[in-house]
């Protein structure tokens, strides 16, 4: 069989923008390796891909201590370049959490405390064979109703490379497309469709076999599976955690 045909999918914008030889932009910030790619309207067409900045804070070894407070002066950089000073923030943790690899977004949602008058509000949409409503239509409707001026979207990314596998953020004003990395688009959440400026943040928890097995005997349709390592649940639970926390230290008013 010939496996050339085969593309392994991968969410993370300096991924995709290495194998194009796109312009980026790579530096070491507080001993994290921090990468920029940035999309205008003609890249993005050329790849298929969405126009936005994406921001990626990556670590080679065990967890960064400090992972917590460079990810919050990261949000509050790119919201700040959004014209954002002091955000009404909807944050939306996307996900089926009866699966683990997709609890990311339900379970940093669990982790971030709502006060009475909080400036944060949270919303679990699920999955449409859950609920039988859109993740999109769900979030388009509250967005109408409470009108938040800033919406962070929380969810599980593809990679094409394993050892990015829970050790690397990705934040993009792009927006994200619900169940995108399986192939099961719907519609785009982003500031167009919302008319709300959108960060979505995102931790590769996912990759196809045809990333992992080069040259193997397996047809393309086995290729595109899924696949995640069995101690991914640790870096699930850390990692919404420390998302949670940033988001709170961010956008949350004293």
């Known amino acids: 069989m010939n496996t050339a045909q085969f593309t392994p999918y991968s969410d993370l ?13 790579s530096y070491k910030k507080q001993g994290i390796l921090v990468k920029e790619v940035n999309l205008d309207d003609h890249l993005a067409r050329r790849l298929g891909r969405r126009a ?3 921001i990626t804070l990556e670590w080679t070894k065990a967890m960064p201590v400090n992972i917590t407070t460079l990810l919050s002066s990261q949000l509050k950089t790119m919201s700040t370049g959004l014209g954002l000073s002091s955000p ?11 699966f683990l690899v997709d609890r990311l977004g339900t379970l940093c949602l669990d982790n971030l405390t709502i006060s009475p008058h909080s400036n944060l509000t949270k919303l679990y949409p699920s999955i449409e064979s859950v609920t039988g409503i859109s993740s999109f239509d769900m ?4 967005v109408q109703k409470i009108k938040p001026n ?9 990679t094409y490379k394993l050892s990015r596998i829970g050790s690397c953020i990705q934040l993009t004003t792009a927006g994200i497309s619900p169940g995108g990395g399986v192939g099961n688009d719907q519609p785009h959440i982003s500031r167009t469709s919302l008319n709300v400026p959108v960060i ?3 931790v590769p928890l996912l990759i196809s076999l045809g990333s992992i ?3 193997c005997d397996l047809t393309d349709k086995e290729l595109s599976v899924q696949v995640m390592p069995k101690d991914v649940d ?7 955690s420390i998302i949670a926390q940033s988001i709170t230290q961010t956008f949350a008013k004293s």
């Open 13 to 25: 914008a300096f991924e995709f923008s290495s194998e194009y030889s796109l312009p980026h932009k």
């Open 52 to 54: 936005g900045q994406y």
């Open 88 to 98: 009404q923030v909807l944050c939306i943790g996307l996900g089926n959490p009866n």
């Open 139 to 142: 979030i388009s409707a509250v």
């Open 150 to 158: 800033l919406v962070i979207v929380i969810d599980t990314l593809a």
């Open 200 to 202: 979505a943040v995102g």
């Open 213 to 215: 097995f080069k040259d």
């Open 234 to 240: 640790k870096d699930i639970q850390s990692l919404s």
